[in-house]
Each structure stands twice: as C-alpha cells, then as structure tokens.
C-alpha cells in the first residue's frame, strides 16, 4: 500500500524522532518488565529513554557494537527504536543479537505487512508482533511533541529466541498506565 501522505519532516530530521513516554509505558507493561537494559539507538546520551540502563550512541554505532546487551542477568530485554532510514538494516541486527546471545530485542517499526519488504524481513522470524488500536505520537528531535502525527501505522515486534513464528498481538494503547 502506497503511503499517500507526504512526509512533512526535514530529511536531516527523518532519524531524529523521539519515543513517546506512553509508548515506551505500554512496552514495558506489555513484556511485564520495569526497565530495558539497553535503549540500542541514541543520537546522545542525554537523549535515552529513561527507563533503560544503559544506551547505544550514535558515535559508537549500534549496527558495529559486538552486543546490544548489558552484562546484568535480569536485562534480556533491549529496546530499538531504529533510524527510519536503516530500519531494516537494524532488524536484521536484532535477529543476530538475539540468536548470538538468547535474549530479546523489542523494535519499533512501521506496520507495513502487506509489503515485499516486510515479507522478506519479518516472516519466517520468530516475532511477537504487538499492534496498537492507534498511532502513537514521536517526539521532535528536541524533546517537544509534533504538531503532527506520524503518516503510518507503527507496531512493536519483539525478537525471541525461541521458535514461535509470527505471532500477532492487538491492544489499546494507554490502558497499562
């Protein structure tokens, strides 16, 4: 399906959009976990999600990091809200770092499940796909809210290391608050 909204974001702006408070609340409730250990795509440090431990900068590149993973036992969860233009090549990381490592990584990315691309990433992986009843809303760069929404639906697939294949989860957002 062809996206017939036209993007109204700069193009050196298109990698910097924030995650929303409810969207990372709604995660962590959802995986029944209080904290991820690494938030996997930062710009900076003072950019992290807050209830990560430890994050992955844009300096040090997550795409060339050996693991996306902190050394603590009760962190097998990382989070990856990935740069829109390398969302596949960060899912396709994910999918190595959990098979190396037998821990999860859960994605943000756009719900696009009738296209080639999805086809040829996400099936035959083994995902848990979480669908919202919505759209979230990003932050700027800056931290402020948009004025606008994003012009595509987004869905949270957490990466497992074992075999289940695509599983589909809907829910609400907001009510784990």
């Known amino acids: 399906m062809a996206i017939l909204n ?5 193009k050196q702006n298109k990698d910097y959009w ?3 408070e409810l969207l990372i609340n709604d995660a962590l409730k959802l995986l029944n976990i209080e904290m991820f250990g690494v938030d996997v795509c930062c710009s900076s440090e003072d ?19 050996n693991s996306w993973f902190s050394l603590y036992e009760q962190d097998n969860t990382s989070f990856c809200n990935p740069p829109f233009s ?3 090549e960060f899912f396709q990381k994910a999918i190595e770092q959990v098979n190396k490592f037998s821990k999860q990584v859960l994605m943000v990315l756009p719900y696009t499940p009738a296209t080639k691309t999805w ?5 035959g992986q083994n995902c848990i796909i979480y669908v919202p ?15 606008s929404s994003c012009n595509f639906e987004t869905c949270l697939v957490l990466i497992v290391p074992f075999k ?7 829910y609400k957002r907001g009510v784990y608050e």
């Open 6 to 10: 036209k993007s109204q974001t700069e």
């Open 86 to 88: 390398k969302k596949w």
């Open 119 to 123: 086809h040829d990433n996400v099936h």
């Open 164 to 170: 289940c294949g695509n599983v589909i989860v809907n």
């Open 18 to 20: 924030r995650t929303s």
């Open 133 to 147: 009843d919505g759209r979230y809303q990003y932050l700027l760069p800056n931290g402020e809210k948009s004025a």
């Open 47 to 65: 950019v992290k999600i807050e209830k990560a431990n430890f994050c992955i900068t844009e300096q040090h590149d997550a795409l060339k990091c």
